[in-house]
Each structure stands twice: as structure tokens, then as C-alpha cells.
T-cell receptor, first 114, second 112 residues
Framework: EPEVTQTPSHQVTQMGQEVILRCVPI?????FYWYRQILGQKVEFLVS????????KSEIFDDQFSVERPDGSNFTLKIRSTKLEDSAMYFC????????????FGDGTRLSIL | SQQGEEDPQALSIQEGENATMNCSYK?????LQWYRQNSGRGLVHLIL?????REKHSGRLRVTLDTSKKSSSLLITASRAADTASYFC????????????FGQGTTLQVKP
């Protein structure tokens, strides 16, 4: 069964550094998402992406965050200048033809900011 | 409480017993979904119920939705040790962007 893959599984970065988290969604999916889960807390929506543009973003997704689908297969999340509070699990998800469809999640990237 | 709150927070049962988890939410929804998360893994979609549906079944799973009470329940029948995981409800308020609002989750332990 096709799956969403995320790399790396664990990223350790110094505060203030830029980080790029990578995701390969399921190939025929059209909707793409990033969520994060701070340890012990609920999964939080960051951004949804459709037709090469952001369709919705949360208040967490400020100017330090950006997303890109550079080559039709990868979907990336960039954090420009990381803060300690960005430490979390970041999940990528993709969905098929409609926004009202089940989302398929990757296993996440654990981001640790030192 | 916030959108998508599960109850109980933790549940421990014996294999073969049924497990019931509840979810309450605050705003109107387009659909409500249940996901499972095994330790250290991503979320796996279990079942989606639309706002105009009252009950849905999938294998050993039964989901109900009461939009008048803004609540949903997930029943797992004849539980197995492999059902040990965290279970989350997620609401889709509008249905046009896919944004899901997750609850805090119920941690289910099924003892063999």
C-alpha cells in the first residue's frame, strides 16, 4: 500500500538555524498538510496546500514557516530561524481528490532545537 | 474544553472486552474522523463520519455521531492486544481545506 514518507526521522538543530523537513506524499494525492505534535500535547494543524498554493494556515504558521512543492513529488516545510519552542514531532499528510477525505500521515520527523 | 476533547484520557481493558471512547466538540462540523496512533508512529485513519450520518461501522469499529450534542463515540468490539494505541477524534469544521482539529486523545491499553 502506498505511504507517505518523511525524512529525516530525527533532526537536531541549533536555535536560530534554518531547517527543512521533507515529505514524499502519496503520488496521486492532491492535498498536502503539515501538522505538529509537541510532546504530550495534541496534534496541531499548521498548513494545508492544494493546487500549488496554501489553502489554509494556522496562527502557528507565521512568517518563519514556509512550504513548497518544488518538483511535483516532494513537499517541504521550512522553518527559517528555529526557536526552542519549535521542538516537536512534525507530521506530513496527504489526501486524495477532495479535502473531505481521510488523510494519510507519515511517521513524522522529530525536531529537536538546542 | 477545546474542539475535539476525548474521554476518558486513558483506558485499560482485557483482551476480548469492548472499548468505548467519547469525543466532544464545540463548533459545527462538516465531518468527524477517528485516527489511531501507535507509539512513535504517524496517525492512521480509521473511520470518517459525515455530519448528516448518525452511525457508521467498519469491521470491529462502530462510530456514532450526535450533532445536537456535538459528540461522537468510537466503540471497538472484541479488543485485541494489537489495538493498544492512542485514539484521536478530529473534526473538519468546513470541509474545503482539509484542516483537521484534533483532540487530546484516549490512550487505550489492551492486556492479553
Amino acid at each position: 500500500e502506498p505511504e507517505v514518507t518523511q525524512t529525516p526521522s530525527h533532526q537536531v538543530t541549533q536555535m536560530g538555524q534554518e531547517v527543512i523537513l521533507r515529505c514524499v506524499p502519496i503520488s496521486n494525492h492532491l492535498y498536502f498538510y503539515w501538522y505538529r505534535q509537541i510532546l504530550g500535547q495534541k496534534v496541531e494543524f499548521l498548513v494545508s496546500f492544494y493546487n500549488n498554493e496554501i489553502s489554509e494556515k494556522s496562527e502557528i504558521f507565521d512568517d518563519q514557516f514556509s512550504v513548497e512543492r518544488p518538483d511535483g513529488s516532494n513537499f517541504t516545510l521550512k522553518i527559517r530561524s528555529t526557536k526552542l519552542e519549535d521542538s516537536a514531532m512534525y507530521f506530513c499528510a496527504s489526501g486524495p481528490w477532495g479535502a473531505e477525505q481521510p488523510q494519510h500521515f507519515g511517521d513524522g520527523t522529530r525536531l529537536s532545537i538546542l | 474544553s477545546q474542539q475535539g476533547e476525548e474521554d476518558p484520557q486513558a483506558l485499560s481493558i482485557q483482551e476480548g472486552e469492548n472499548a468505548t471512547m467519547n469525543c466532544s466538540y464545540k463548533t459545527s462540523i462538516n465531518n468527524l474522523q477517528w485516527y489511531r496512533q501507535n507509539s512513535g508512529r504517524g496517525l492512521v485513519h480509521l473511520i470518517l463520519i459525515r455530519s448528516n450520518e448518525r452511525e457508521k461501522h467498519s469491521g470491529r469499529l462502530r462510530v456514532t455521531l450526535d450533532t445536537s450534542k456535538k459528540s461522537s463515540s468510537l466503540l471497538i468490539t472484541a479488543s485485541r492486544a494489537a489495538d493498544t494505541a492512542s485514539y484521536f477524534c478530529a473534526t473538519d469544521p468546513r470541509g474545503n481545506t482539509g484542516k483537521l482539529i484534533f483532540g487530546q486523545g484516549t490512550t487505550l491499553q489492551v492486556k492479553p
